[in-house]
């Protein structure tokens, strides 16, 4: 992969994370179950140092990240307000959905770098906190499911 090919999937990887801060922002305010809430809100600052990451590592690509602010963070913000109005497990199971493909598009990326070790680390770490979030998302399906 060349470094402008690289620099272009990490650019998807920033819109989703621009796109889950976003969801997690409303949804950390809206979900009324206090525990669910505070997991919840607990995930916001991973989300947005993912997106931080990915942004300074971009640029130090020589890329041009996406900002935040625009056409991502609206988009989440759409997916948040939507979610929010039909309840929590609606929120919840919209979360795991995003988690579950940032998984698949991280280990896709993971596995096709063979160059850029520094990168390669990097969403390393990322991959494996989606999988804590993701694990964590769907346990509490499982607790609402069964209450
Ligand atoms: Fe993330
Ligand atoms: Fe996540």
Redesign the pocket.
């Known amino acids: 992969m060349n470094s402008e090919g690289l620099i272009e999937l990490l650019n998807r990887l920033l819109e989703?994370?621009l796109m889950?801060v976003e969801y997690y922002r409303i949804h950390a305010d809206a979900i009324v179950e206090p525990e669910i809430a505070e997991g919840v809100r607990a995930i916001l600052p991973?989300?947005q140092a993912?997106?931080a990451s990915l942004a300074a590592r971009i640029k130090k690509l020589g890329g041009v990240p996406v900002s935040p602010g625009g056409t991502a963070s609206a988009q989440g913000k759409e997916m948040g307000e939507t979610s929010r109005r039909e309840g929590t497990m609606a929120m919840l199971t919209l979360e795991l959905a995003q988690e579950q493909q940032?998984i698949k598009d991280y280990a896709a990326c993971v596995a096709d770098i063979e160059e850029d070790m520094l990168t390669l680390e990097m969403l390393e770490e990322?991959l494996f906190?989606?999988m804590r979030?993701a694990k964590w998302l769907k346990q509490r399906i499982i607790d609402l499911t069964r209450t």
């Open positions: 989703a994370e889950a991973a989300e993912h997106a940032a990322q906190d989606e979030h």
